[in-house]
């Protein structure tokens, strides 16, 4: 397999760890570049559901090499929880996971600080995951962060994180938070630092050395395009490069080292947390939520739920060089009768084709909506894309031809084997 990204095309929860489980048959490392537990990865294999936080999606297949790269903000306690969920399970954690020394570490601070973000946001809140991810990244911003190199040194860690508690304290007291104890999240981190010491490395060196090896890496992207910072639907966004770019800075992998950009997106659109969702539809909505699906992997939530918006998985195709498309939950459209498809927005009564930058010009953007006729079968159990109902394989290729890129893979149900290539 050829070096490949892979992206998320919409709001994130594309189902990136499920497609990601399926190419590490064919990758010999998955990398992890941006993000942190706000992610939520889930994979089926052989009925038994994973969720993955911060662990690459590629663990769960053996003999493959899963590294937690640079732009990842980390939180220890979170990943050493995830280590010790997997090995309960069987899952083999070891040799096979590599942290970068150089990833940023999220606090308790961090949390804390996103809570009362959130709480004094009132209804212009985001609706964050509250993992402390936006602080975390704030504080690398600020060169105030502390990394994971800080926490391999007990004595450097209890340094730094003496003078960052004073200063955090100060702030959460003086926005009416009661302040945290700094020993107890120092007893906690430096656990936390023996469990994780064996798998923090120079993961630039590691992943050149794997490359000069003639090693594949797959990236896998987390949150999804419109979430990105610079290019989502800001400020409704989280605090990373989520499009295909911040695989190369979260890395260090340069960008003439890479072959491929996958795009994931689901056959219709879902997002979670606040901000507008141009094709949002209550019925849609309902439809999903009563067969059980789209409740999000780590909070819970309930993902609003909307036809597919080929504006913005145009977008994301120009921003991310998506080359080949991933559909995924096609079988969610099984029973629907009509099928819309927004193929432009509508602004103060013009046609446009991009998402405006103003939140307020998108907020007001309507959709234009081509429609198309449902298969009314379910397509769950099909294994070849020639055997799909005529009308879904239509559907699947004229969202392709909308996106501009190559249909590569459509996802039929939530397991391994409900996969097609084309
Ligand atoms: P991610 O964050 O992009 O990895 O996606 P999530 O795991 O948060 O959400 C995707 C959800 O859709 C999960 O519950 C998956 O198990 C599920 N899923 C993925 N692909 C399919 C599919 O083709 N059909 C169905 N029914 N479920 C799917
Ligand atoms: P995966 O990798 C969907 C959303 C939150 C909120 C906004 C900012 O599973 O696709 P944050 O906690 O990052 O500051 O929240 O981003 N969000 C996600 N939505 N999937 C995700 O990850 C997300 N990670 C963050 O709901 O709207
Ligand atoms: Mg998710």
Same mark, same amino acid.
């Given at each position: 397999? $050829?070096? !490949?990204?892979?992206?998320?095309?919409?709001?994130g929860?594309?189902?990136?760890?499920k &497609?990601?489980?399926f190419?590490?048959?064919?990758a010999?490392?998955?990398?992890?570049?941006?993000?942190?537990?706000?992610?939520?990865?889930?994979?089926? &294999?052989?009925?038994?559901k994973?969720?993955?936080?911060? +662990?690459?999606?590629g663990? %769960?297949?053996?003999?493959?090499?899963?590294?937690i790269?640079?732009?990842?903000?980390?939180?220890?306690?979170?990943?050493?929880a995830? &280590?010790?969920?997997?090995?309960?399970?069987? /899952?083999?954690?070891?040799?096979? %996971?590599?942290i970068?020394?150089?990833?940023?570490?999220? %606090?308790?601070?961090?949390?804390?600080?996103?809570?009362?973000?959130?709480?004094?946001?009132?209804?212009?809140? +985001?609706? !964050?995951?509250?993992?402390?991810i936006?602080?975390?990244?704030?504080?690398?911003a600020?060169?105030t962060?502390?990394?994971?190199?800080?926490?391999?040194?007990p004595?450097?860690?209890?340094?730094?994180?003496?003078?960052?508690?004073?200063?955090?304290?100060?702030?959460?007291?003086?926005?009416?938070?009661?302040?945290?104890?700094?020993r107890? /999240?120092?007893?906690?981190? @430096?656990?936390?630092? =023996?469990l994780?010491?064996?798998?923090?490395?120079n993961?630039?060196?590691y992943?050149?050395?794997? @490359?000069?090896?003639?090693?594949n890496l797959?990236?896998?992207?987390?949150q999804?395009? *419109?979430?990105?910072?610079?290019?989502?639907?800001?400020? *409704?966004?989280?605090?990373?490069?989520?499009?295909?770019?911040?695989?190369?800075?979260g890395?260090?992998v340069? $960008?003439?080292?890479i072959?491929?950009v996958?795009?994931?997106?689901?056959?219709?659109?879902t997002?979670?947390?606040?901000g507008?969702?141009?094709?949002?539809d209550?019925?849609?909505?309902?439809?999903?939520?009563?067969?059980?699906?789209? *409740?999000g992997a780590?909070?819970?939530?309930?993902?609003?739920?909307?036809w *597919?918006?080929a504006?913005?998985?145009?977008?994301?195709a120009?921003?991310n060089?998506?080359?080949? +498309?991933?559909i995924?939950?096609?079988?969610?459209?099984?029973? /629907?009768a009509k099928?819309r498809v927004?193929?432009?927005?509508?602004? =103060?009564?013009k046609?446009?084709?991009?998402?405006p930058?103003?939140?307020?010009?998108?907020?007001?953007?309507?959709?234009?909506? /081509?429609?198309?006729?449902?298969?009314n079968?379910?397509?769950?159990m099909?294994?070849?894309?020639?055997?799909?109902?005529?009308?879904?394989?239509?559907?699947?290729?004229?969202?392709?031809?909308?996106?501009?890129?190559?249909?590569?893979?459509?996802?039929?149900?939530?397991?391994r084997?409900?996969? +097609?290539?084309?």
């Amino acid at each position: 397999m $050829p070096n !490949t990204i892979l992206t998320g095309a919409q709001w994130g929860d594309e189902g990136k760890g499920k &497609i990601i489980d399926f190419l590490t048959d064919e990758a010999d490392i998955v990398v992890r570049s941006q993000g942190g537990n706000n992610a939520g990865h889930t994979i089926v &294999i052989a009925e038994k559901k994973y969720v993955l936080h911060l +662990i690459p999606s590629g663990i %769960l297949r053996k003999s493959k090499t899963c590294v937690i790269g640079n732009g990842v903000v980390l939180d220890p306690i979170s990943l050493v929880a995830e &280590i010790e969920g997997l090995r309960k399970r069987g /899952v083999v954690v070891g040799k096979n %996971l590599l942290i970068s020394d150089a990833a940023h570490i999220v %606090l308790p601070y961090h949390r804390a600080l996103d809570g009362r973000h959130e709480a004094s946001r009132g209804k212009n809140k +985001i609706g !964050t995951t509250k993992r402390g991810i936006g602080p975390a990244y704030c504080d690398k911003a600020a060169r105030t962060g502390l990394r994971m190199c800080d926490l391999m040194s007990p004595e450097i860690f209890t340094k730094k994180l003496a003078a960052r508690m004073r200063e955090n304290n100060a702030l959460l007291k003086s926005l009416g938070v009661p302040p945290l104890n700094g020993r107890a /999240v120092l007893k906690d981190y @430096l656990a936390a630092a =023996d469990l994780l010491r064996p798998f923090v490395t120079n993961t630039v060196v590691y992943l050149h050395k794997a @490359l000069k090896a003639g090693k594949n890496l797959l990236f896998e992207g987390a949150q999804g395009t *419109f979430l990105d910072i610079d290019h989502g639907t800001y400020p *409704f966004v989280t605090s990373s490069n989520t499009t295909a770019a911040g695989a190369c800075t979260g890395s260090g992998v340069p $960008p003439h080292r890479i072959d491929r950009v996958l795009g994931v997106m689901k056959a219709y659109t879902t997002r979670v947390g606040e901000g507008p969702l141009i094709t949002g539809d209550v019925a849609l909505s309902d439809a999903l939520h009563a067969m059980g699906r789209e *409740f999000g992997a780590t909070t819970g939530r309930a993902r609003r739920c909307g036809w *597919f918006d080929a504006v913005a998985t145009r977008y994301a195709a120009m921003v991310n060089g998506i080359d080949d +498309i991933a559909i995924t939950n096609l079988d969610g459209l099984d029973a /629907v009768a009509k099928i819309r498809v927004c193929t432009a927005y509508k602004l =103060d009564g013009k046609k446009i084709d991009f998402p405006p930058a103003d939140p307020d010009a998108l907020a007001r953007c309507q959709p234009v909506y /081509v429609e198309f006729p449902g298969w009314n079968s379910p397509t769950d159990m099909v294994r070849k894309f020639s055997d799909l109902p005529p009308r879904a394989r239509d559907y699947a290729r004229k969202i392709a031809e909308l996106t501009g890129a190559n249909l590569s893979i459509v996802s039929v149900g939530p397991g391994r084997e409900q996969t +097609i290539r084309l």
